[in-house]
């Protein structure tokens, strides 16, 4: 089992930055991936940016050169931090986790979800 502790939402206005931070805990054999994805009111949940073990990191476009995404492997942490921030923004933050466990099942697992509101 995976817990996933998530902290850095807030109020900002546009073009300002919020950073992001969450930490993994709990029992488990080895974190794969780790990520954010986000959900505005209406709307479906939506990939933001995520990190696989190995370093690679996928964004999603509408993000790419404003969010920046840092893994801390033996923290077993993930940090989004986001410049240039826009009403559009706005959204619940979750963040993810795959996971193996001590007996080798693979599952996904999710934060609480954090609140960002950017005001213009």
């Known amino acids: 089992q995976v817990q996933l502790v998530e902290s850095g939402g807030g109020l900002v206005q546009a073009g300002g930055s919020l950073r992001l931070s969450c930490a993994a805990s709990g029992s488990f054999f080895r974190i794969f991936a780790m990520g954010w994805y986000r959900q505005a009111p209406g709307k479906q949940r939506e990939l933001v940016a995520t990190s696989t073990s190995d370093g690679s990191t996928n964004y999603a476009d509408s993000v790419k050169g404003r969010f920046t995404l840092s893994r801390d492997n033996a923290k077993n942490t993930v940090y989004l931090q986001m410049n240039s921030l826009k009403p559009e923004d706005t959204a619940v933050y979750y963040c993810?986790?795959?996971?193996?466990?001590?007996?080798?099942?693979?599952?996904?697992?999710w934060g609480q979800g954090t609140q960002v509101t950017v005001s213009s």
């Open positions: 993810s986790a795959r996971a193996m466990s001590s007996v080798g099942r693979v599952l996904d697992y």
